[in-house]
């Protein structure tokens, strides 16, 4: 694999899930591991963990890294959306804790074969799951100008989605646009500059690309679906904690903590990474940790 995936928020994850040995608890986006790895330490030598990671190829080194754990670490392949029953395949019908941490792995942004990233060249992809069937290329050349507004404003939250979906759209009548390096020009040609007079703050491809990747992979979908399923199966006094990486997604983990009849939030506001955590991993920066326990 490409690339180091860094577990964040490593510490103030395993101070507030409050585990115990013996304990069975579910890493449902399993990643390269590193959260799973700490988890599994905590409830050894009996506890069991529960790991599921969408991406087959990222599973496979997560599950050489894990060997050492043997039958306590239960890896799946698939959704995290179908928390619960991947929890009952497996013979664990509740649990003391859930982590869910909705950022996407350094393993997939470092390969440019993936195409998650206008900074490295690579085909216009960007699917967690290489078997979906939808891909960036589908939505770049194939959707509606509308539906491309609707995804930039929504899902990236993007100023100038109107003339960034006139651009492609212009320009996809020319040719086919197939690659990440492609896309990204396409972008900044329509939006130039994120600031007056100044160096700009980010790519100008950052939120079309961070839009068109939520669409991909229905990641807005997939997190208000495994929430509730998680709130189900956590036994009572069991603890959930969520990392999130956008305001989308903070928002979306926010509400159900304050709608939900089944959890109490332990977090008035989101856990933070300290000073030294981002400048030892600088990805780490725009994390967020919300915690809640079931009632």
Same mark, same amino acid.
């Given at each position: 694999m490409a690339g180091q995936h860094i577990p964040v928020l490593l510490d103030e994850v395993l101070s507030h899930l409050d585990l115990k040995p013996g304990d069975d608890v579910a890493d449902a986006t399993l990643g390269g591991g590193g959260h799973a790895s700490a988890l599994l330490e905590?409830?050894?030598?009996?506890?069991?963990?529960?790991?599921?990671?969408?991406d087959a190829r990222t599973l496979e080194g997560t599950r050489k890294s894990l060997e050492r754990f043997g039958s306590r670490a239960m890896l799946v392949h698939g959704n995290y959306r179908n928390l619960d029953r991947f929890a009952r395949a497996c013979g664990i019908p509740s649990l003391d804790a859930v982590l869910i941490d909705l950022g996407y792995s350094s393993f997939q942004i470092d390969d440019p074969e993936r195409g998650f990233s206008f900074r490295k060249d690579g085909p216009l992809d960007m699917r967690y799951d290489a078997s979906g069937d939808l891909t960036a290329s589908d939505i770049v050349n194939g959707w509606s100008k509308q539906d491309l507004i609707r995804i930039l404003r929504d899902y990236g939250?993007?100023?100038?989605?109107?003339?960034?979906?006139?651009?492609i759209v212009r320009d996809r009548e020319r040719f086919m646009i197939s690659s990440t390096a492609q896309l990204a020009a396409i972008v900044a040609s329509a939006v130039p500059e994120r600031s007056r007079g100044g160096k700009p703050k980010i790519h100008p491809a950052t939120q079309a690309f961070q839009a068109i990747r939520i669409a991909v992979n229905?990641? /807005?979908?997939?997190?208000?679906?495994v /929430?509730?399923?998680?709130?189900?199966?956590?036994?009572?006094?069991?603890?959930?904690?969520?990392?999130?990486?956008?305001?989308l997604e903070d928002r979306i983990v926010k509400r159900f903590f304050e709608e939900s009849k089944e959890l109490k939030a332990l977090t008035a506001r989101p856990i933070t990474p300290s000073k030294a955590e981002i400048e030892a991993n600088p990805r780490s920066r725009s994390a967020k940790l919300r915690i809640a326990q079931k009632i």
């Amino acid at each position: 694999m490409a690339g180091q995936h860094i577990p964040v928020l490593l510490d103030e994850v395993l101070s507030h899930l409050d585990l115990k040995p013996g304990d069975d608890v579910a890493d449902a986006t399993l990643g390269g591991g590193g959260h799973a790895s700490a988890l599994l330490e905590a409830i050894g030598p009996t506890g069991r963990l529960l790991g599921i990671e969408w991406d087959a190829r990222t599973l496979e080194g997560t599950r050489k890294s894990l060997e050492r754990f043997g039958s306590r670490a239960m890896l799946v392949h698939g959704n995290y959306r179908n928390l619960d029953r991947f929890a009952r395949a497996c013979g664990i019908p509740s649990l003391d804790a859930v982590l869910i941490d909705l950022g996407y792995s350094s393993f997939q942004i470092d390969d440019p074969e993936r195409g998650f990233s206008f900074r490295k060249d690579g085909p216009l992809d960007m699917r967690y799951d290489a078997s979906g069937d939808l891909t960036a290329s589908d939505i770049v050349n194939g959707w509606s100008k509308q539906d491309l507004i609707r995804i930039l404003r929504d899902y990236g939250e993007e100023r100038a989605a109107g003339r960034i979906a006139d651009t492609i759209v212009r320009d996809r009548e020319r040719f086919m646009i197939s690659s990440t390096a492609q896309l990204a020009a396409i972008v900044a040609s329509a939006v130039p500059e994120r600031s007056r007079g100044g160096k700009p703050k980010i790519h100008p491809a950052t939120q079309a690309f961070q839009a068109i990747r939520i669409a991909v992979n229905d990641e /807005l979908g997939n997190a208000e679906a495994v /929430l509730p399923e998680a709130a189900r199966l956590l036994k009572p006094g069991g603890r959930l904690a969520v990392i999130s990486f956008h305001s989308l997604e903070d928002r979306i983990v926010k509400r159900f903590f304050e709608e939900s009849k089944e959890l109490k939030a332990l977090t008035a506001r989101p856990i933070t990474p300290s000073k030294a955590e981002i400048e030892a991993n600088p990805r780490s920066r725009s994390a967020k940790l919300r915690i809640a326990q079931k009632i």
